[in-house]
């Protein structure tokens, strides 16, 4: 008999709503993630450190380990650090940094991760990626999906507005990253994951569609959820395809150019797709977008994250560097600096101050 389902990579347990974290322990407590309770808590020294003194009692099996930062360097040192403790999991609580690192860590020691994020600033918090700043800039490192995901709405609530507000950015950026991986199975003949496609489609749209903003429960609860579908439609596929378009190569751009002055990922990645959608002759797409990204206080133009108008025009001309192999609009169209010039123009009249 044919085989007539597919396995589907996800997280065994995922708790979104206001107060998960007095749960954590029993969560933790299930056999499939930890049996004898000892566990890696990878902290910041932020958010992450300052919920210790509540969950630590709740958690008398773990050992804590505070990570200095994002980097590779600090990924590997993690690894090594918890790689004699004969630990059951690797528990990762804090911002998006300390997610990535916890997530390379336990890769590397063979360990399960729980992702336990403090701020919802992109949905790195559930995908098969970690990103890590190394000597060359910042890499991204294929790692297996957490086998849980808590997500108390409480924490998001007190955690600073721009790292909330750069999460719909990130989430809203799918619907442009699937319009380019259509555009390349119509020119390329590139594949699709339908499935996959369907999962990161729809969290991008409920997020844009939402009346809400980031200080409903609501809201966040289908931001979360949003984010959580979007890490889950990349391990569908197998790579990053579903989430990332010319969208993140602008992205991507400024943090190689500008490594000193980038922005938020997500904040990027939302101008960024905004920009590709007028890019695709999608206008009214690209106006509805930028105008919910400007309800939310996200950016729709260069100068509202620091950089002029020439610098954009670098970004998107140097973008296609940052994925080879990727095709997107901007491999599609192949502008010359000229032509980004006054399509940007265009743009900027388009969507209005």
């Known amino acids: 008999m044919p085989v ?20 954590l322990g029993c969560v933790l407590a299930d056999e499939r993630i930890s049996h004898s309770g000892k566990l890696a808590v990878a902290v910041s020294n932020g958010s992450g450190a300052r919920l210790r003194e509540r969950l630590a009692p709740a958690l008398p099996g773990a050992s804590w380990y505070e990570v200095g930062g994002g980097t590779l360097d600090d990924a590997v040192r993690l690894a090594g650090d918890i790689k004699a403790g004969h630990y059951d999991a690797v528990v990762g609580l804090g911002g998006g940094k300390i997610i990535d690192c916890a997530k390379f860590a336990a890769a590397r020691v063979g360990l399960p991760l729980v992702a336990v994020p403090t701020n919802l600033a992109h949905d790195g918090l559930c995908s098969p990626v970690a990103t890590l700043d190394n000597d060359a800039g910042r890499g991204s490192y294929g790692v297996p999906n ?48 339908g499935l996959a496609a369907a999962i990161a489609r729809q969290a991008g749209e409920a997020v844009l569609r939402h009346p809400g903003g980031i200080g409903d429960t609501d809201f966040l609860q289908v931001l979360a959820e949003a984010l959580v579908l979007s890490g889950i439609a990349m391990s569908v596929s197998g790579d990053s395809r579903p989430s990332s378009g010319a969208c993140h190569e602008i992205n991507h751009a400024f943090d190689l150019l500008f490594p000193k002055r980038a922005a938020a990922h997500g904040e990027q990645c939302g101008l960024g797709a905004a920009f590709a959608m007028y890019l695709r002759g999608a206008h009214e797409e690209s106006a509805y977008m930028a105008e919910v990204l400007r309800r939310h206080g996200l950016p729709v133009l260069p100068e509202e ?49």
């Open 146 to 193: 957490p086998i849980a995901v808590v997500i108390d709405l409480d924490v998001i609530h007190e955690a600073p507005a721009r790292f909330v507000r750069a999460g719909i950015g990130d989430a809203i950026s799918n619907i442009s990253a699937i319009a380019d991986w259509e555009l390349a199975n119509r020119v390329n003949g590139e594949k699709i994951d």
């Open 305 to 353: 994250i620091g950089f002029t108008d020439d610098e954009f025009v670098r970004a998107v001309e140097f973008a296609p560097q940052t994925r080879p192999g990727r095709y997107t609009i901007l491999e599609h169209l192949d502008l010359t600096t000229d032509q980004i010039k006054d399509i940007y123009a265009d743009y900027v009249k388009a969507i209005g101050s």
């Open 4 to 23: 007539l389902t597919r396995l589907i990579p996800s997280p065994v347990v995922v708790d979104i709503r206001p107060g998960a974290l007095d749960d």
